[in-house]
């Protein structure tokens, strides 16, 4: 049996950290090691207890979650980041990515979601809650100076399935694992691929990697090997 992926987590609101904790405790595979409400704490108990995922709040008593996020990847870069917080603000979001963060969920998002986020980040993949996804898309490309070759107007004309699946694509994910995790069939998957790769004018899985690091959707490092 795989050992259970490790989580800490950092949020100053001790009713949310157990309600986040029930939440954790529905899926086997994973387990919290370690809670904090203070920000000052953080970096000692990553170096001690070497979770895969560190939990965190953006506003804390004593510092930012995003600051914190910058700080472990930059002495425990193995170590994920998810934040989950109140703020829905664009700045926040991509603030929180640039800061080495792998994912991004509200606070009031269904649990489901937020257990979606948790499996996801601490297997090292991205996650961003699909109902703020285009307006981050948005701001990215805006930063970019314009000079991303395919503006967001593409991107938007996705539908909401076609979006998650054209991540899950850039990320490497085959299309039988996508249509198992979406509960949907390799078919569909093929379909809706196609039916992206039109949208978007691209012709190769390479591009379709380059069009989702330029929205700031996936690091392209991630393929430099």
Same mark, same amino acid.
């Given at each position: 049996?795989?050992?259970?992926?490790?989580?800490?987590?950092?949020? @100053?609101?001790?009713?949310?950290?157990?309600?986040?904790?029930?939440?954790?405790?529905?899926?086997?595979?994973?387990?919290?090691?370690? %809670?904090?409400?203070?920000?000052?704490?953080?970096? %000692?108990? *990553?170096?001690n207890?070497?979770?895969?995922?560190?939990v965190?709040?953006?506003?804390?008593?004593?510092?930012?979650?995003?600051?914190?996020?910058?700080?472990?990847?930059?002495?425990?870069?193995?170590?994920?980041?998810?934040?989950?917080?109140?703020?829905?603000k664009? @700045?926040?979001?991509?603030?929180a990515?640039?800061?080495? *963060?792998?994912?991004?969920?509200?606070?009031?998002?269904?649990?489901?979601?937020?257990l979606?986020?948790l499996?996801?980040?601490?297997?090292?993949?991205?996650?961003l809650?699909?109902?703020?996804?285009?307006?981050?898309?948005?701001?990215?490309?805006?930063?970019?100076?314009?000079? *991303?070759?395919?503006? @967001?107007?593409?991107? *938007?004309?996705?539908?909401?399935r076609?979006?998650?699946?054209?991540?899950?694509?850039?990320?490497?994910?085959?299309?039988?694992?996508?249509?198992?995790?979406?509960?949907?069939?390799?078919?569909?998957? %093929?379909?809706?691929?196609?039916?992206?790769?039109?949208?978007?004018?691209?012709h190769?899985?390479?591009?379709?990697?380059?069009?989702?690091?330029?929205?700031?959707?996936?690091?392209?490092?991630?393929?430099?090997?």
């Amino acid at each position: 049996m795989a050992p259970k992926r490790k989580i800490l987590i950092v949020d @100053d609101h001790p009713m949310f950290r157990e309600g986040l904790k029930s939440i954790i405790a529905r899926n086997p595979e994973l387990e919290v090691v370690g %809670e904090t409400g203070k920000g000052k704490d953080v970096l %000692e108990l *990553a170096k001690n207890l070497q979770p895969d995922l560190v939990v965190l709040d953006i506003s804390l008593p004593d510092g930012s979650g995003i600051d914190l996020s910058r700080e472990l990847k930059g002495i425990l870069p193995e170590i994920q980041t998810l934040i989950v917080s109140m703020h829905t603000k664009i @700045d926040y979001i991509s603030s929180a990515f640039q800061a080495g *963060a792998k994912g991004y969920v509200v606070k009031d998002a269904p649990s489901e979601k937020i257990l979606q986020a948790l499996d996801l980040v601490s297997r090292g993949e991205y996650f961003l809650d699909s109902s703020i996804a285009p307006q981050v898309v948005e701001r990215l490309t805006k930063d970019s100076g314009g000079s *991303a070759k395919i503006s @967001d107007a593409s991107y *938007a004309s996705l539908t909401p399935r076609e979006q998650e699946i054209l991540r899950l694509l850039a990320e490497g994910q085959a299309v039988k694992k996508i249509a198992h995790r979406l509960c949907i069939s390799v078919k569909t998957v %093929e379909n809706h691929r196609t039916n992206i790769m039109t949208k978007l004018d691209l012709h190769s899985t390479m591009e379709l990697v380059r069009y989702a690091a330029r929205l700031g959707l996936i690091d392209l490092n991630h393929w430099k090997s």
